[in-house]
């Protein structure tokens, strides 16, 4: 417990804000290293990514986590400083404490005890970590993931240390996430006085049926692993800063997150057809950031529940609710992808903080699932 701990205040020490380091990677590297895996370092552009593996051949498990985190805000709003690690009545405060670096620490040292109880364990296992993760994510897990499947290295079995947990260390797994499509919409009028509106074109009065129309639409009705899928506006702008003038374009920022039920071309598509049906003009640039996965019933998901409840006395529900996660780069190579971690309660937040105890929880959970994967269910491999 104070291994994994003290390893957990060291990362939360160095302030790796997206996408710089800080020298976390290095940190993990020298442990595996020590523990007889092979690391290497990847990097690109200013992002670094750390792949570790210990055995060669199949199945592989691994381990997927970040060492970057968000900014931490106004510093004199923290009870203590955010890259001063404090233990304050049973619980560790840092940036970073649950998202996620409490869990690189805990899986870390879950596959080091592992290999050092199994040095010629059956199957493989890995840990893939990237400082890339809170921000653009272009130049982490996804160029590595493009590189291990370039070269064979595929991964069977993926656990990512998200925060999935609500209430209590293992009341939830993330067996899934929604995909997540951003618009970005323009639309284009004829700026004058406002005193004289027909000789203008005001993108206000014609954009906003459009859009209270996308905003009510039911694109579907979601099933039983997904919610519906929802469409939210997080940004609209028009005007030129004088009130007394008609502006010549409204600009809209809006979010699909969106079930396996419905695809991005036909969300793209339905959103084009309302627009076009109010005969507006306009631009409309899509990013898309991630497809939306599933992993169904089979080995990982089934040893993962049974961990959770060989360590805590909770059988975890399945849940595919909250935002994305370097998983969506994992499942479209045909891994089962699990996310599972601490409490999410504080994460983002001022006075971020996880629980000591449930540290150690989480360690004993993430070897165990080796155990059962790699030993229990192949003992003869």
């Known amino acids: 417990m104070e291994d994994v701990v003290a390893l957990t205040q060291e990362l939360i020490r160095r302030p790796s804000v997206t996408p710089d380091d800080q020298g976390c990677q290095m940190l993990v590297r020298a442990r595996l290293q020590a523990g ?8 690109f552009g200013a992002v670094d990514n750390l792949w570790a593996r210990h055995g060669q051949q199949g199945p592989l498990v691994v381990f997927l986590g970040h060492t970057d985190v968000v900014p931490p805000g106004p510093l004199t709003a923290w009870t203590s400083p955010p890259f001063a690690p404090e233990i304050r009545d049973g619980l560790l405060y840092g940036r970073g404490a649950a998202d996620m670096k409490g869990s690189v620490a805990a899986f870390t040292l879950a596959l080091i005890a592992f290999v050092k109880r199994h040095p010629d364990h059956p199957g493989s296992v890995g840990l893939l970590l990237t400082s890339d993760e809170e921000g653009v994510a272009v130049d982490g897990t996804v160029r590595v993931m493009e590189i291990l499947e370039g070269r064979g290295e595929h991964i069977d079995y993926c656990i990512v240390g998200e925060p999935s947990s609500n209430e209590r260390l293992g009341d939830t797994i993330k067996h899934g996430r929604r995909g997540s499509l951003t618009g970005t919409l323009t639309v284009h009028g004829i700026q004058g006085h406002i005193a004289y509106p027909e000789r203008c074109d005001n993108p206000i009065a014609r954009a906003l049926p459009a859009l209270a129309e996308l905003a009510a639409t039911e694109w579907d009705r979601g099933d039983a692993d997904f919610p519906a899928t ?7 702008h028009a005007g030129t800063g004088a009130d007394n003038v008609i502006p010549s374009r409204l600009e809209a920022v809006f979010n699909f997150r969106f079930a396996a039920s419905i695809t991005a071309d036909a969300l793209r598509q339905g959103v084009a057809a309302i627009l076009d049906r109010y005969g507006l003009r306009y631009d409309l640039s899509w990013r898309l950031s991630g497809q939306p996965f599933l992993t169904r019933e089979g080995p990982l998901l089934e040893t993962l529940t049974e961990s959770i409840q060989a360590v805590t006395g909770i059988r975890p529900q399945r849940s595919t609710a909250g935002g994305t996660s370097d998983g969506r780069f994992v499942a479209p190579f045909g891994s089962q992808v699990l996310e599972f971690g601490p409490l999410n309660g504080s994460i983002h937040k001022i006075d971020e903080a996880i629980l000591v105890a449930d540290l150690s929880r989480l360690q004993a959970i993430y070897e165990d699932v080796l155990e059962r994967l790699l030993v229990r269910q192949w003992p003869d491999l």
């Open 36 to 43: 007889g895996f092979a690391v290497e370092s990847l990097r």
């Open 230 to 236: 929802r469409l939210q506006f997080s940004n609209i």
